[in-house]
Nanobody, 113 residues
Framework: QVQLVESGGGLVQAGGSLRLSCVSS???????MGWYRQAPAKQREWVAS???????TYANSMKGRFTISRDNAKNTVYLQMNSLKPEDTAVYYC????????WGQGTQVTVSS
């Protein structure tokens, strides 16, 4: 099973931006990659996905604010988050498709009002 390591989280004021990164220990070239988040006392929710051919999909509340991208040469997927809101506060996880779905450990994003 691959290992995924997220980074880039932190504390930011409302309206600010963060860029999350997720590095895979294996090749992501033919994999669909996704970002998810889990806020305190809430279930994990899907944020965005990017297919192997670069097609992207987003949860409605993230459209226009978040951008998912990938660099296959670096086995890395990114999540650019703009216009952050306090309700975006959560632990953000990346996921990789495969025989079993792989998850990272997560990176904390905190947006202050």
């Amino acid at each position: 099973q691959v290992q995924l390591v997220e980074s880039g989280g932190g504390l930011v004021q409302a309206g600010g931006s963060l860029r999350l990164s997720c590095v895979s220990s294996g090749s992501i070239r033919f994999k669909t990659m996704g970002w998810y988040r889990q806020a305190p006392a809430k279930q994990r929710e899907w944020v965005a996905s990017i297919s192997s051919d670069g097609g992207t999909t987003y949860a409605n509340s993230m459209k226009g604010r978040f951008t998912i991208s990938r660099d296959n040469a670096k086995n890395t997927v990114y999540l650019q988050m703009n216009s952050l809101k306090p309700e975006d506060t959560a632990v953000y996880y990346c996921g990789q498709s495969g025989p079993t779905y792989s998850w990272g450990q997560g990176t904390q994003v905190t947006v202050s009002s």
